[in-house]
């Protein structure tokens, strides 16, 4: 006898929306969620110095486990005047880019590439970005003669000469200092790193954040703008920059300025605005200049340091708030540069470790998971495959749902409090009756979770569109249950519906036609209407299922079941 005790308004839709809710907790209301971070700071006098222990301190609690991921550097008046500048007469430029002719925009937009070269609006955000490499105007030139020429990475960057010849000769000028900054926090992280993580390489992460003119470094100078109608504001959910970690070693970020629409400087219109990010805890907090340090540059550690110092240092989750409505006549302007390695290079791991316990330390589910699936014997990744790794066409809110099953990133207790409560309910009831069988079923997350559960409990799960739990399981469980999931999952999957082809399918898959797009194929109901009209509904007279599919399911009972029915049946008869 089949008995459902997988509710799907609790462990499929629910699961999704829920998952859904901790993505947008970023979006929602800042101010009755946020609180203002203490962001440690570094005098660059003392870079880079003999690391002490109260710079090793500092650094840990900026980049380390329980910090927030960003540090300040300041300095003495040289360094006060250069960062000064750098506000006062490049980060003006990104919103007079925005009033170029259509023609200059033309000439130096984006070709063959998305959103890592010259010039772009849009595409992440409110924002517009122009790339550029910090010295030379061909980036390839810095390459090895037998290294090809990557095109996300060594595109040319085109200038717009004709109508704003200074931003060629404000960049030329100011980011090569940036790097030199950056390359002093460096061979202090590369001190720590060797001190704290067994294996590490002294002089690693210096060796990848290579000088000005011999290095794949990124400069993206930012305009965010104005939004022009409270639909805009709302279809971004009044977000600037939507939630995201940067993929590099670091990410120097120059502090922004407010201008006019005239291009007038302006003090912060609303305090609210501005850098967000998310600690190890979950909490969100507001970035901002600490008080009495004077002018300041702050620096994010990115998912490639998360690998190189042997998940040591943790990349952050971060994203920019917007004006709290729309129209509100100002602008900010910032500057990020993404300190890289090279196309080619390799992302080392410190001796005697391996990705997998990198991946042990990680807090982001997908991340985990790409980790997990490199061979076990690997000494690092290639950097081109690192950024290569995340597919176009999942969204963001689909992995933050997939990243539900299998991290720990928003407190263990989001992924006990589904895994477990089902858990708990599904071996109290087969003890009560424990001669009756039992089957399990799901709907996306919800199908994950049953099949999960299904392999602990030695049932058989029925799962529609689920994800594959090949590393997955490994994550929940740290221990390897794929005989068990094979024996005891099956999964229906639809063409074109994405969820349930996340991680590796283990055990009996089905697949049916949807000729829909990703959304309509991970509905149920199509997936049901598809096989009663292809199986029957199995029932007859008035017990038979009545859904709307264009055909009842007593039409179909005569209908011969197809391989996909019997393929059904013969699992659950096995």
Known sequence: MLDVLDDLNIWGPAAIMQAFSIADSFRGDFGSMSQAAEVPCIPLELLPEEVSESLCNTLDAAFGPDGLGILCVTGDEDFQAEVRRLRDELLPLAARLGKLSEEAKDSIRERGTLNVSNYSRGIDGNRTGFYFHPALDNPADCLPSDVPAEPTFYTPNLWPDTELPELRQQARCHAPWLVTVARRLAAAVDERCAQAVAGYRVGTLSRLIGPAENCNHKCRLICYHDFASPKQL?????????????????????????????????????????????????????????????????????????VVSGGH??????????????????????????????????????????????????????????????????????????????????????????????????????????????????????????????????????????????????????????????????????????????????????????????????????????????????????????????????????????????????????????????????????
Not at 419 to 425: E, K, P, Q
Not at 493 to 517: A, F, H, W, Y
Request: glycine residues 8%; hydrophobic residues 40%; positive net charge.
């Open 234 to 306: 709302a279809a971004s959910k009044g977000m600037w920059a939507p939630p995201h970690k940067d993929t590099g070693l670091l990410t120097a970020l120059v502090p922004g300025i407010f201008l006019d629409q005239s291009g007038k400087r302006l003090q912060c219109p609303d305090p609210q605005v501005g850098l967000y990010v998310r600690d190890r805890k979950g909490r969100i907090m507001q970035i901002q200049m600490p008080a009495g340090v004077g002018e300041c540059l702050f620096f994010q550690v990115g998912e490639a340091l998360q």
């Open 313 to 574: 240092y943790h990349a952050t989750e971060h994203c920019v708030r917007g004006p709290p409505e729309a129209a509100r006549g100002y602008e900010r302007a910032s500057l990020a540069m993404f300190l890289q390695p090279h196309a080619h290079e390799e992302l080392p791991i410190p001796e005697g470790s391996s990705l997998q316990q990198v991946a042990d330390r990680a807090y982001d589910g997908l991340f985990r998971m790409f980790l997990l699936y490199q061979p076990r014997d690997a000494k690092g990744i290639n950097f081109l495959r690192f950024c290569q790794r995340e597919g176009p066409s999942l969204s963001n809110a689909v992995a933050e749902s997939v990243a539900l099953l299998s991290t720990v990133i928003y407190g263990e207790s989001m992924q006990k409090q589904y895994f477990s409560h089902l858990l708990a309910h599904v071996q109290n009831r087969t003890s009560q009756l424990p001669n009756r069988m039992f089957y399990i079923t799901g709907h996306s997350l919800g199908g994950g979770l049953a099949k999960l559960v299904a392999a602990k409990a030695h049932m058989q799960a029925l799962t529609f569109m689920a994800p594959g739990l090949g590393t997955t399981s490994y994550v929940v469980y740290r221990e390897h249950m794929l005989q068990e999931l094979r024996r005891s999952s099956l999964t229906v999957m639809p063409e074109n519906d994405l969820v349930s082809r996340v991680d590796t399918q283990t055990g009996i898959t089905i697949k049916t036609d949807c000729d829909g797009n990703s959304l309509h194929c991970h509905l149920l109901y199509p997936t049901i209407c598809t096989l009663l009209q292809m199986c029957g509904s199995g029932r007859a007279g008035e017990a038979a299922l009545a859904l709307p599919c264009g055909a009842s399911a007593a039409q179909s009972v005569a209908v011969q079941c197809s391989k996909v029915c019997r393929s059904m049946l013969l699992a659950i008869n096995a």
